[in-house]
Every structure is written in C-alpha cells, then in structure tokens.
C-alpha cells in the first residue's frame, strides 16, 4: 500500500467538512418542471411517467431536489379517475381500461413518494359534471389547466409534454 493510499482516508476526514457535497443552488431553474396532458393514449402517457421517474432519478444523483408539477387538461382527465366517463367524449376505452391500475398506481408513487404535484384542469371537470369526489385522492383541482402551466413557466418552470 502506498503513502497515499495509507493517508487518503485521513485527508478526506479533513477536507470534506470543508467542502459542500451538494450544489449551491439546489432548486436552480434547471430543477423546475412541469408536464402536460392533454392527450388520450395510455402508451404517450406511461412515456410521461417514465420520463418524470427519469427526471427525478438524475437530478436525486446531482442531489439536488427537482420540483415537478403535472397539469392534466381535456383527454388527461381519464388518468386522474377511476370513472369510466360514460356519456362523455373522455370515455375510457379498452386500451386504457387494460392498463389502469399500473398508471395510477406509478402516478400514485410520484404524487406521494416522490413529491410530484398533481393537478387537473376543474374546467374539464366541471364541464362534464364529474364529482371532485371521483378524483384519485392526490389529484388537486386548479381553475385552469392552462393558466396553471402558463403560471409555472412565468415562475420558471420548464415545459415539458411527451410525443
């Protein structure tokens, strides 16, 4: 063994309280983001998840703490409900129906394990008489989907909708 491999374990007890293992701005507006939905296919959607994980997983690596928001708009209303919205243009069909407890259980895990605020448009709501009460319990309303994104991005946030 070397001199400085015999020595490295005792510079780093002495250089590393002296150092600052996490960036200096932890919530630079790199780490503020929000997606939109206003989409129907569960496939695009799962992309969105995925991406959000992804995100989150990069910047918990630079230790920082990204804050991310999801707004869901028209179509995005199926992905925030266990109601099939009959009698609406947002019914749920097979290819949704086949996978909706995997989305809502990943969404759940970002809304209430990793901090991803959620919300939905209660213009879209309300226009189909859907009750508050049919929402997943993490789901925030907000008056207008897409004031809410335009508000974010006047705060900084970065606009993200997956293809």
Known sequence: MTLIQRLMPWMLAIVLPFTSLAPANAADDGAKVVYHVDFKDPTRYSATLTSINNIINYYESELMMPE??????????????????????????????????????????????????????????????????????????????????????????AYLKIQ
């Open 68 to 157: 991310i928001h999801l707004v869901f708009v028209g179509y995005g209303i199926r992905f925030t409900t266990d109601d099939n919205l009959k009698g609406t243009p947002y019914v749920a069909k097979k290819p949704l129906l086949e996978r909706r407890a995997e989305l809502k259980g990943r969404l759940d895990a970002l809304a209430n394990v990793r901090g991803v605020k959620v919300h939905l448009c209660d213009k879209t709501r309300s226009e189909i008489n859907l009750s508050k009460d049919a929402l997943y319990d993490f789901i925030d309303t907000t008056p207008s989907g897409v004031a809410k994104i335009a508000m974010l991005q006047s705060e900084g946030f």
